[in-house]
């Protein structure tokens, strides 16, 4: 085959590439195409094949063709099972000694508790009116999902198990009593790591229920100031350190609690 197609394959191989690794939707798309360059490049490939020196122009094109959605299928089909394998939420750096003392009790499958939520919402003050708004808006099998998704949470990382998959990850973690206390990165598309937010977060643990706050930071951190840098860097912080309850709230949200029970 000769050189201008092979490149073709190669170029057109580069741009999925490019695409994909941008979002999980352009993913499940790159996964359907391939499949499709696959199964139809694939059949014309081998039954043209026998006769390939005797194509005449238009059925060399078409062979052509064949032979280009058959490279990209098969190139991109590898491509797609590294990035599936290698995004794998298992796939975490081990932690230090220290780090584990602090993570490794929260390892696991959690299920969004969504009534548990709201009782603990309502214990807490918050108001029948804002109670009934999120039973309106979540209550039953809502066109837009839970109002969190369940978690998997592995050492310094929690990946939401909704579409798209979303990603927390955890930096400069410290205890209070029985609480982990901390920040994160989130990114509601795990495979976008251009949108992201900036949170601080406590988690514990009661009779197999994870109980999780999050107060979030408006608008999108600063990824280049050196500070924020370090901080990131930094995945285990001190209590005396921590300031989550004394943040502006013109610029922070208030706590939010979700609830989660272990998946058995």
């Not at 490019?18 to 352009?26: C, G, L, R």
């Not at 190139?75 to 794998?88: E, K, M, P, Q």
């Not at 990382?157 to 009593?177: C, D, K, N």
Request: charged share 20%; glycine share 8%; hydrophobic share 40%.
């Amino acid at each position: 085959m000769n050189f201008q197609v092979t490149l073709a394959g190669v170029l057109l191989l580069m741009l999925a590439i490019a695409i994909e690794f941008q979002s999980a939707i352009f993913l499940n798309v790159g996964i359907s195409v391939t499949f499709v360059a696959l199964l139809f490049g694939g059949a014309t490939l081998y039954s043209m094949w026998p006769n390939r020196h005797k194509l005449n122009s238009a059925q060399l094109l078409q062979f052509k063709v064949s032979y280009v959605a058959t490279t990209f299928g098969t190139f991109n089909a590898l491509l797609l099972v590294g990035v599936i394998a290698f995004s794998d939420p298992g796939r975490i750096v081990p932690l230090s000694p220290q780090q584990k003392l602090l993570m490794d009790h929260l390892g696991g499958k959690w299920q969004f508790d969504f009534d548990k939520t709201l009782e603990l919402r309502e214990a807490r003050g918050a108001t029948k009116t804002e109670i009934d708004r999120l039973k309106q808006m979540w209550s039953g099998k809502s066109a837009i999902g839970q109002m969190h998704e369940d978690l998997v949470l592995n050492q310094n990382v929690a990946i939401g198990l909704g579409t798209p998959q979303s990603e927390y990850r955890f930096f400069q973690m410290h205890r209070h009593g029985d609480t982990v206390c901390g920040r994160a990165l989130y990114h509601e598309d795990r495979f976008d790591y251009g949108d992201m937010s900036h949170c601080y977060v406590r988690m514990n643990i009661k009779d197999d229920y994870l109980f999780i706050q999050f107060r979030f930071e408006e608008g999108i951190p600063n990824v280049l100031d050196p500070k924020f840098i370090a901080d990131v860097r930094k995945p285990v912080g001190t209590p005396g350190d921590c300031n989550a309850d004394d943040l502006p709230s013109s610029r922070w949200s208030d706590w939010e609690l979700y609830v989660f029970r272990r998946e058995k």
